[in-house]
């Protein structure tokens, strides 16, 4: 169950260079870092002191990486009760962000649940991840332009605040099971892609609260909307089928050449679309079963990148 969403939401290149082109590749001539900043791919998990506290993360680089080449980087957020390695094991995030040119990160909360709220006494998860994409940006050869956060259900109400967090280091935000409304200030419009089952028990498609409290969430295609006019989109969105079962809503032409999404599922409940837990879950659709999320959230990512903060 989540434990906390939200209804009403209260840098600098860092000596790297930047590429030019819009895909997860380097363009022929775009500047590279020097000096590289090599590093051994493993699978083993990773380990950052912050706060008085060992956190530890997950660490894929891209194939072929050579610490020459930026490439650009995405955290992998994980839900209410969940962990790094299940988070991986269900978005699948790391192998196929890795295969297509990515850097991913993976990282564990210290209790069962992101500190959205800022609750004093619990974890500074804001100053962790901040702090950690510096330390990466430093040993790892990171285009900063391309930065980008996602997450399931308490890691997507997460990576909402997240990006909308000063310094405002992120170009895109993907919110999966989980669409939260944008608390950026007005000159900050990180592109924003969302997911949402229209079954999903947990947090109600059409609005209600979350389950098993009286936490109120707004309809995900209300929210959707209120990303839009916060960012000066078309008022009109695009209506396109990605497949039979899912629908996606496109708000275009937004302020900074951002775009707002809302991928619905039909049917679809609140696992990760595609996942292990997507295909076990026997109330599931079958767009549900079978909407290759982490696909779709790449390629949205893919196509954007920091153009404010």
Not at 84 to 107: D, H, L, Q, W, Y
Request: hydrophobic fraction near 35%; glycine fraction near 12%; aromatic fraction near 8%.
């Amino acid at each position: 169950m989540i434990a906390c969403l939200v209804a009403a939401c209260t840098g600098s290149n860092g000596g790297h260079a930047t590429p030019t082109t819009g895909g997860a590749g380097r363009a022929a001539g775009a500047p590279t870092c020097r000096p590289a900043r090599p590093a051994t791919p493993t699978t083993a998990p990773q380990t950052f002191r912050f706060g008085g506290h060992d956190r530890t993360y997950l660490l894929a680089l891209p194939r072929g990486y050579d610490g020459r080449t930026p490439a650009p980087l995405v955290f992998d957020f994980h839900g209410f009760l969940g962990r790094k390695e299940t988070t991986e094991a269900n978005t699948n995030m790391g192998a196929k962000g890795s295969a297509r040119g990515f850097i991913v990160v993976t990282p564990d909360s210290l209790g069962v649940q992101w500190n959205m709220f800022s609750a004093p006494g619990e974890a500074d998860d804001y100053g962790f991840v901040h702090a950690l994409l510096g330390d990466l940006e430093q040993r790892l050869c990171v285009d900063t332009s391309r930065v980008y956060a996602a997450g399931h259900s308490n890691g997507s109400a997460f990576a909402a605040f997240l990006v909308c967090k000063a310094p405002y280091e992120f170009g895109a935000v993907a919110m999966v099971s989980a669409t939260t409304p944008t608390s950026c200030p007005a000159d900050v419009t990180p592109a924003a892609i969302a997911v949402a089952g229209t079954a999903d028990p947990q947090v109600p498609y059409a609005g209600g609260t979350v389950r098993g409290s009286t936490i109120p969430i707004p309809p995900a295609q209300s929210v959707i909307a209120g990303y839009a006019k916060k960012y000066g989109c078309d008022a009109t969105p695009l209506n396109t089928v990605l497949q039979p079962g899912v629908d996606e809503l496109r708000y275009a032409h937004c302020a900074g050449g951002s775009e707002v999404v809302l991928d619905t599922v039909a049917g679809g409940t609140h696992p990760w679309p595609s996942s292990g837990d997507a295909i076990r879950d026997p109330t599931d659709s079958t767009a549900g079963k079978t909407f290759p999320a982490t696909d779709r959230i790449l390629d949205f990512l893919t196509a954007h990148r920091r153009t404010s903060g």
